[in-house]
């Protein structure tokens, strides 16, 4: 199947600072979305892109479907101990029944 | 608010044992997931249902089935549970169609350990 590089796999940083994490494909997708998981919980969506170029924004959360359609980002301003979680991207691509492809995710850490 | 349930939050099943996870929606949505979450190797699809009695393979399907006779309930079965199923099951619904409510809602996942 598709195959969805996301980089880096872990971060550790100290409250306050922002964070960037980022997707690349190997195919086009239509859609580019970021996921975010809870110790013990399932994922919930926290932002959905559905143009190439698309920049949107959800609170201190911002992410971009890239200009290729191969690609998206998410960064996170002033972190907080409660970001603390998995974070996954997904893409979708021409399928139909809404199938997603996700990242291997990022875990992130941060330090009060 | 969409709510997804499974049947159990946790699972310690032996091998060879036959093992069946439940999902219920209650948004009426048309699409229902099965994924594995495993570390290092993020969501991996086994199967999809886009209708009543309509599945098809995702991914991984290997050593799984699935059944959905109402629109609301995802069963997904282990034949027989093998101690490489041991994981994360996560459950997941959508409506169809393109638009950040016909994104998938998951459920809070069942964590299978087979021994």
């Known amino acids: 199947g598709q195959q969805l590089n996301q980089s880096p796999q872990s971060m550790f940083i100290q409250e306050g600072e922002d964070v960037s994490m980022n997707c690349t494909s190997s195919?086009?997708?239509?859609?580019w979305l970021w996921y975010k998981q809870d110790p013990g919980e399932g994922p919930v969506l926290l932002i959905a892109?559905?143009?190439?170029?698309e920049l949107t924004s959800n609170g201190r959360l911002t992410a971009q479907f890239g200009i290729t359609r191969k690609d998206s980002f998410l960064n996170i301003s002033a972190s907080i101990p409660s970001d603390v979680g998995i974070y996954f991207c997904?893409?979708?691509?021409?399928?139909?029944?809404?199938?997603?492809?996700f990242g291997q995710g990022t875990i992130l850490t941060v330090h009060p | 608010d969409v709510k997804v349930t499974q049947s159990s939050r946790y699972l310690v099943k032996r091998t060879g044992e036959k093992v069946f996870l439940e999902c219920v929606q209650d948004?009426?949505?048309?699409?229902m997931f099965w994924y594995r979450q495993d570390p290092g190797l993020g969501l991996r699809l086994i199967y999809f249902?886009?209708?009543?009695?309509?599945?098809e393979k995702g991914d991984i399907p290997e050593g799984y089935s699935v059944s959905r006779e109402k629109k609301e309930r995802f069963s997904l079965i282990l034949e027989s549970a093998s101690t490489n199923q041991t994981s994360m099951y996560l459950c997941?619904?959508?409506?169809?169609?393109?638009?950040?409510?016909?994104?998938?809602?998951f459920g809070p996942g069942t964590r299978l350990t087979v021994l």
């Open positions: 997941a619904s959508s409506h169809s169609g393109r638009a950040l409510y016909n994104e998938q809602f």
């Open positions: 948004m009426d949505h048309e699409n």
């Open positions: 997904a893409g979708r691509g021409g399928t139909s029944y809404g199938k997603l492809t």
């Open positions: 249902s886009y209708d009543v009695k309509m599945k």
């Open positions: 892109l559905y143009k190439a170029g």
């Open positions: 195919s086009i997708f239509n859609t």
